[in-house]
């Protein structure tokens, strides 16, 4: 059992270009949740999913857009990176809502 | 707004002491708590939980207590051992549209010394 699986785990982005962080798991979990962690800080979260095509915003989704086609997977895509969205990105998935959240080890993004 | 700060951004304890870790959240409603405990470089790990109708939940070497009282959480660890080093975030749960959130607190760091 993998559990929640993030790639890449390291990136450095030019401004303006795009990319998409990959997040799989195979827990078989409904609920999928994009966070990104600033240094010293807590998590805050950027979108989440409660099922397979059903996604919504979480408290900082700007500048983010996501998809879930499986249940398996959950891709966050960056379109136009900027500076201000450096900063290492987790995933996580939990079975229903009020559940503990599994994470993965995150990709550390730096856009320059 | 909700908020979920920490008291302590740091502690320093001796191996074998017990430490405490404490927690502060500002939404009354909220009615589930959890713990975790990120070391460096990987995504925080799930340790404990609590759920608003319970005052105190034990685990293997940890305890989390909830005061609803004074909105207080506070995370208990036995014996601390140096593995226990890292970075030990509470997180509140909060209704969405869809689903749950957690709003996290800034974090302690937890330094243990042999």
């Known amino acids: 059992n993998a559990g929640v699986t993030q790639t890449p785990k390291f990136r450095i982005l030019k401004i303006g270009q795009s990319m998409t962080l990959q997040c799989t798991q195979d827990m078989n979990h409904n609920y999928m949740y994009w966070y990104r962690q600033d240094p010293g800080m807590g998590l805050k979260l950027i979108y989440y999913s409660v099922g397979a095509g059903i996604t919504d915003k979480g408290e900082v989704p700007n500048g983010y857009n996501v998809s879930r086609s499986t249940t398996e997977d959950f891709p966050l895509r960056l379109e136009l990176a900027a500076p201000s969205q450096t900063s290492v990105y987790f995933c996580?998935?939990?079975?229903?809502?009020?559940?503990?959240?599994?994470f993965g080890d995150g990709t550390r993004l730096s856009i320059l | 707004g909700e908020s979920v700060g920490l008291h302590l951004p740091t502690l320093s304890v001796q191996e074998g002491d017990n430490s405490i870790i404490n927690c502060a959240y500002s939404n009354s409603a909220s009615d589930y708590f959890i713990w975790y405990k990120q070391e460096s470089g990987k995504g925080p790990q799930f340790i404990i939980d609590?759920?608003?109708?319970?005052d105190k939940r034990q685990g293997q070497r940890v305890t989390v207590l909830l005061n609803k009282t004074v909105k207080h959480l506070s995370l208990q660890i036995a014996a601390t051992q140096p593995g226990d080093s890292a970075v030990y975030f509470c997180a509140e749960n909060s209704a969405m549209e869809y689903g749950n959130k957690l709003v996290f607190g800034s974090g302690t760091i937890l330094r243990v010394k042999s």
């Open positions: 996580a998935s939990s079975l229903q809502g009020i559940q503990p959240q599994h």
């Open positions: 609590i759920r608003s109708n319970m």
